[in-house]
């Protein structure tokens, strides 16, 4: 007995294993991302889940031809469903992709931008870039903020930033890191604060999900040589020497980060120079142990780079006091 004719012009199985395909690879793609696995993942979910009702509806008569038809259902329903939610994330203004958008355009480098102020694709804007710090004459710590914003037409991901350069142990930073920044989001803010008084130049690494390398900002705070000599200078020394002639000599007002030389004129006469180098704040506190006889120990301090100089004096243990 021959079989029942397929009726020509009818949509026969290709209706019902594009359906099919459909309901697979919607039902594939809301596993993935219930599980909250990446986006690549769900990317192959969908494409597995799209190929499964055809590949199922090709066992039968006309193999080849249904092989061929279950491919381009595979294709179409792919591509319908990719759309579908891609038009959802984007009409819903979602910030992670039901599946992997492919880069469109953008590239990395320093933070400055120029041009439309959106772009198609991937783009982020760094303001300003480069960042001076405003610091004052004290050479005290201060602060500054780097603006991030998405300049594009896609999702904004920052990951970590970091600081590299010869004077990146100087600066510190906060905020803006591993968050998404939707289209025409506000942008967020990255406060870099210098930490010591003086400091040279160093880089602010922002690392997103551009292709190519991360973005820079560079930094400075205008005061590299140490910065300003404030306040008046003074010379003391310890109110009672301990045996062997040891005496804290504290010094303050010099120029932060100088070098500082001291020059002991001893009981007898004789003298000697030792250097040292101020610290953020222009203090110093040097203690010298040597043998001596006893009288009255001569200090003086000069500063190398600021020219600033005061004296002080100590008596040793056992000497005579004069009225």
Not at 252 to 273: C, D, H, I, M, N
Not at 280 to 299: C, H, I, K, Q
Request: charged share 15%; proline share 8%; with cysteine.
């Amino acid at each position: 007995m021959a079989g029942p004719r397929q009726r020509r012009g009818g949509p026969g199985p290709v209706l019902p294993a594009m359906l099919g395909a459909l309901c697979c690879s919607i039902v594939g793609t809301l596993i993935t991302t219930s599980l909250d696995l990446s986006p690549a993942t769900r990317m192959a979910a969908a494409a597995g889940g799209a190929a499964l009702a055809p590949m199922i509806a090709t066992v039968g008569r006309l193999h080849r031809l249904r092989i061929g038809a279950g491919l381009m259902i595979t294709i179409v329903a792919l591509a319908v469903t990719y759309g579908g939610f891609t038009i959802v994330d984007s009409a819903t203004g979602r910030t992670v992709p039901h599946l992997p958008l492919p880069p469109v355009g953008g590239k990395g480098g320093l933070g400055e931008f120029s041009g439309n102020p959106t772009r198609t694709g991937l783009h982020i804007k760094a303001e300003p870039a480069p960042l001076e710090l405003d610091c004052d004459d004290t050479g005290t710590a201060c602060e500054g903020t780097v603006r991030v914003s998405n300049a594009g037409t896609l999702p904004l991901r920052i990951g970590a930033i970091e600081l590299r350069g010869p004077a990146a142990a100087a600066y510190g930073h906060t905020g803006c890191e591993h968050q998404t920044l939707a289209v025409h989001s506000d942008p967020c803010q990255i406060t870099v604060t210098r930490r010591t008084g003086s400091a040279g130049t160093a880089r602010l690494v922002i690392h997103q999900n551009l292709p190519g390398p991360a973005t820079e900002v560079a930094l400075s705070s205008g005061r590299t040589d140490g910065g300003e000599v404030t306040g008046p200078v003074s010379l003391t020394a310890c109110a009672n020497p301990t045996d062997g002639a040891a005496c804290p000599i504290k010094g303050t007002g010099f120029k932060p980060g100088e070098t500082v030389e001291l020059t002991y004129t001893w009981p007898q006469g004789a003298r000697s120079r030792y250097r040292l180098t101020a610290a953020d704040d222009g203090s110093f506190e040097y203690r010298l142990l040597r043998a001596s006889p006893p009288g009255t120990v001569e200090v003086g301090a000069v500063g190398l780079a600021s020219g600033r100089t005061d004296t002080t004096s100590y008596l040793l243990p056992g000497s005579a006091r004069t009225q």
